[in-house]
């Protein structure tokens, strides 16, 4: 298998570099090393956890209504094209709109996208947050191990977070939870490979990037994307 061979060429060349000086590595640099040059499995004993996590995200993602009537359906093409150029240039982006506007569609249509391309994305709702801590938040989503361990050891090259009308959380208590779950993707680290996409309204985004800032999450390098009302030649049957 050819992919196979360039697996084992690409090891050399990392032993080979190492070995005069008595190098070592670790496997979470082996996996950033290798994630943008292979399609990585899931670490084995994180083969459950993520299933887990994608079954509570896609039930998620399901109640996020995208279609009017029976057929009629909003493709956002144009904010879908904006967010994925945004987030080649930032790890995070904001889509902003008025309440009903079709944010979380859009968010929804990028993460259909990115899924049907074979890659992971996650999905939390504001609800995923209202819990009493960190400790309460983690075990309410019945993983086994932590996901600091889980994000951290992610193979996978451009993998999507999405969080989900955050504008509707007012408690410094939650805002904290928001902020552990960002810093385990450590986004701010040059290779981190997680995305981020979090849905707004335009009014509430001064408030949320404060309470943001306030949990110890900087959101100035983020892009913002505004969300536009939909026009009679968007729909589609």
Do not use: Y
């Not at 994925?84 to 079709?102: C, F, M, N, P």
């Amino acid at each position: 298998d050819e992919m196979a061979l360039t697996l084992w060429s690409t090891l050399q060349q990392f032993i080979s570099r190492r070995r005069p000086v008595a190098g070592c590595i670790t496997r979470d640099a082996l996996i950033r090393a290798l994630r943008n040059l292979f399609e990585l499995a899931d670490f084995p004993d994180h083969l459950a956890d993520w299933q887990r996590l994608q079954q509570l995200s896609n039930t998620s993602i399901a109640q996020v209504r995208d279609v009017i009537g029976e057929q009629i359906r909003l493709p956002r093409n144009i904010e879908i094209d904006m967010l994925e150029k945004a987030l080649r240039e930032s790890a995070g982006a904001v889509l902003l709109g008025s309440s009903g506007v079709g944010k979380s569609v859009t968010a929804k249509r990028f993460a259909e996208q990115r899924m049907a391309a074979g890659e992971r994305c996650l999905w939390f709702d504001a609800r995923s947050f209202e819990r009493t801590d960190w400790a309460a938040f983690e075990s309410d989503l019945g993983i086994a191990h932590s996901l600091e361990d889980m994000f951290g050891n992610a193979p996978d090259a451009r993998p999507l977070l999405v969080l989900d009308g955050l504008d509707r959380l007012f408690d410094d208590a939650v805002f904290s939870i928001v902020a552990t779950l960002l810093r385990c993707l450590h986004s701010e680290e040059q290779d981190a490979p997680w995305h981020i996409v979090v849905t707004c309204q335009i009014s509430e985004w001064p408030r949320l990037q404060a309470s943001l800032s306030k949990a110890g999450v900087l959101t100035n390098s983020w892009k913002s994307i505004e969300c536009e009302p939909a026009k009679l030649s968007d729909f589609e049957l």
